[in-house]
């Protein structure tokens, strides 16, 4: 709750080892979906967050923050329309786009500070938990290539019948445009259905993406984490 002498914020605080989150409806307004503080970055407590509509997000030398914002921001994969610029540029096949070739090139390309930033909010300590994730077959990669060079590309999770985007990186125009619209075809004939952007920005939102109160992100979340996607998923 928020300290009305002060403006002091006061969250609940997660043990390590201890899966438990509180209820999301506890999130703080301000800042937007601020949920709770501490844990760690198991993979067993990052994957039941993110099956709940909750992620961690925070900055170097900050303890781990776990979010769960209001309104959410997602994609449709039967919904996605890309533009006719992006259309265009996919029919150039000016890139060549892999899954799961680079996850490791993927995520530190993610982390770097974009311009005009000094920090990073994906630190090694993310770094490091992602990776194992990806060796556990969770996280993947999507990338875009250009004469052998990684260009593009984003990564994120997959649980049950969703996906979960956490960042995305271009080197070149619309690289990560081209990977991003290539893996909602993979993803629409793997049997997903449902994409999670967690925040709202322009870029997302020329990709397609909508808002959701988070109590109906959370109703069609519940619905879609427990469903198996189709035997060829990321294969």
């Known amino acids: 709750m928020d300290d009305e002498q002060d403006g002091t914020i006061y969250l609940?605080?997660?043990?390590?080892?201890?899966?438990?989150?509180?209820?999301?409806?506890?999130a703080l307004d301000e800042p937007n979906g601020l949920l709770a503080a501490g844990g760690d970055l198991s993979p067993e407590r990052i994957q039941s967050a993110y099956q709940q509509g909750i992620f961690p997000w925070f900055e170097q030398d900050q303890p781990i923050l776990w979010w769960s914002p209001n309104p959410r921001s997602v994609i449709y994969t039967d919904q996605f329309k890309p533009s006719r610029s992006l259309l265009k540029t996919i029919r150039k096949n000016r890139y060549q786009i892999t899954f799961d070739r680079a996850f490791d090139e993927v995520i530190n390309a993610c982390a770097e500070p974009r311009a005009g930033q000094a920090d990073t909010w994906i630190t090694a300590d993310m770094i490091s938990a992602y990776n194992q994730l990806h060796k556990l077959g969770i996280a993947h990669s999507i990338e875009s290539w250009s004469d052998d060079q990684l260009v593009g590309g984003l990564y994120g999770l997959s649980i049950g019948q969703v996906f979960f985007g956490?960042?995305?990186?271009?080197?070149s125009t619309d690289a990560s445009k081209v990977a991003f619209a290539t893996m909602v075809n993979w993803l629409k004939s793997w049997g997903y259905s449902l994409i999670d952007c967690q925040v709202s920005n322009p870029h997302l939102s020329s990709l397609g993406a909508v808002e959701l109160p988070r109590e109906q992100f959370i109703?069609?979340?519940?619905?879609?984490?427990?469903?198996t996607p189709f035997d060829n998923a990321w294969l």
């Open 12 to 26: 609940p605080w997660l043990d390590e080892g201890v899966q438990k989150f509180p209820p999301v409806t506890t």
């Open 166 to 171: 956490e960042s995305m990186f271009s080197r």
């Open 219 to 227: 109703k069609e979340l519940s619905q879609r984490v427990d469903q």
